[in-house]
């Protein structure tokens, strides 16, 4: 999913809304009458539903998206490796990360075997992962 239309909706790692759980996001289209709202469950909402980022060039877009990355984790204090799945179904967050050599891993979205990626010998969380109509909610496993 292109940037300009992805919206990023998250609880923080303290915050959350009663149906949703402290820590998850969750990546989806933008919402217009008459669709299911798949952000309920989040207390905060950014990327695309932020009205400036739509129209964003590409370079842009992307140095954008690693700015949510980083903000969703030392700001809201969510799990990396947990926001790294999520932004993988950014079509920009994919070209930036192979760009720097660091692509999708072997069992992640996107995975390109002729990008190597960035991630050395050490463990990552359980992950929770759902989809719901069109967009793509994660979790850590509890």
Do not use: C
């Not at 919206?7 to 990546?27: F, M, Y």
């Not at 932020?50 to 030392?74: G, H, I, S």
């Not at 072997?106 to 990626?117: A, R, S, T």
């Amino acid at each position: 999913m292109k940037a300009s239309e992805a919206v990023i909706a998250w609880n923080g790692s303290t915050t959350h809304r009663d149906e949703g759980q402290a820590g998850s996001i969750a990546v989806g289209p933008l919402l217009f009458d008459g669709d299911t709202d798949w952000t309920r469950p989040y207390f905060y909402t950014g990327g695309a539903a932020e009205v400036y980022r739509r129209n964003l060039p590409e370079k842009d877009q992307q140095f954008a998206v690693l700015r949510d990355f980083y903000a969703l984790v030392f700001t809201y204090g969510l799990d990396p490796y947990l926001v790294h799945r999520a932004l993988l179904h950014i079509d920009e967050y994919q070209d930036i990360i192979k760009a720097m050599g660091a692509g999708p891993d072997k069992d992640e979205l996107g995975h390109d075997p002729d990008v190597g990626y960035a991630r050395l010998d050490y463990p990552v969380p359980a992950v929770e992962e759902q989809r719901v109509e069109r967009s793509f909610h994660f979790a850590l496993a509890t």
